[in-house]
């Protein structure tokens, strides 16, 4: 299975600020996928992340709250703005191999607002 | 749209028990059905997928799950429990295809008692 580099693995931010959070694959994916873990709870897909195009956003996600980047196809950014305490969250970084039918996830990137 | 259920929040189970833990789901066509572990402050680890083919699978750490189309579901099993299984799992299905997003259940806690 691929193997998931995401970059920072935990931080803590001002309330107002913006995170950029990295994801790095270490061979060329198919999709690529954002997800959000609120405290105790599951995860919610944020968006698709989309080569050389707009991400596709899932409802109640918007690109001006999260814009993301995937300038290739083993590299994608999400960036949480304007962060507020509700943000706080564990954001992970998802991808799916060319012709694999498996999902691997990175690590995590645990982020607290404060 | 796809979803996922998983009825119970919290389970308790004595080490050396036999485990199973439940999944429903609700999709029109062939579902993609994946269990997934979360250990404190860790990723997720792919435990097992089903596709198509045989029924029951086979995981790694001694799990296997049991897919029933006529129930909708895709229970967990583990015939004898582990302190180190204590952890959060879930469910997800995915689309028939594999550039599609998954779905998650709300999870399910399990703790080990000794």
């Known amino acids: 299975s691929a193997v998931i580099s995401q970059k920072p693995s935990r931080d803590i931010c001002q309330r107002g600020t913006s995170l950029t959070i990295q994801c790095q694959v270490d061979?060329?994916?198919?999709?690529m996928f954002w997800y959000r873990q609120q405290p105790g709870q599951s995860l919610t897909l944020i968006a698709t992340a989309n080569q050389g195009s707009e991400a596709t956003y899932e409802s109640g996600f918007v690109i001006d709250k999260f814009p993301i980047s995937r300038p290739n196809l083993t590299f994608s950014t999400l960036t949480v703005s304007n962060m507020s305490p509700e943000d706080s969250s564990i954001y992970l970084c998802?991808?799916?191999?060319?012709?694999?039918?498996?999902?691997?996830f990175g690590s995590g990137t645990r982020l607290t607002v404060v | 749209a796809q979803s996922v259920t998983q009825p119970d929040i919290h389970i308790t189970v004595s080490e050396g028990a036999s485990l199973e833990l439940r999944c429903n789901y609700s999709y029109g066509a062939t579902p993609y059905l994946f269990w997934y572990v979360q250990s404190p402050g860790q990723g997720l680890q792919l435990l097992l997928k089903?596709?198509?083919?045989?029924?029951l699978v086979q995981g790694i750490k001694g799990f296997e799950a049991e897919f029933k189309r006529s129930q909708s579901s895709f229970n967990l099993r583990k015939p004898s429990v582990h302190w180190s299984d204590a952890a959060e799992y879930f469910c997800?299905?995915?689309?028939?295809?594999?550039?599609?997003?998954?779905?998650f259940g709300g999870g399910t806690r399990l703790m080990v008692k000794p």
């Open positions: 998802s991808v799916v191999r060319q012709g694999r039918y498996g999902y691997t």
């Open positions: 997800a299905v995915g689309a028939g295809n594999a550039g599609n997003m998954l779905t």
């Open positions: 089903y596709f198509s083919g045989d029924t």
């Open positions: 061979s060329q994916v198919t999709m």
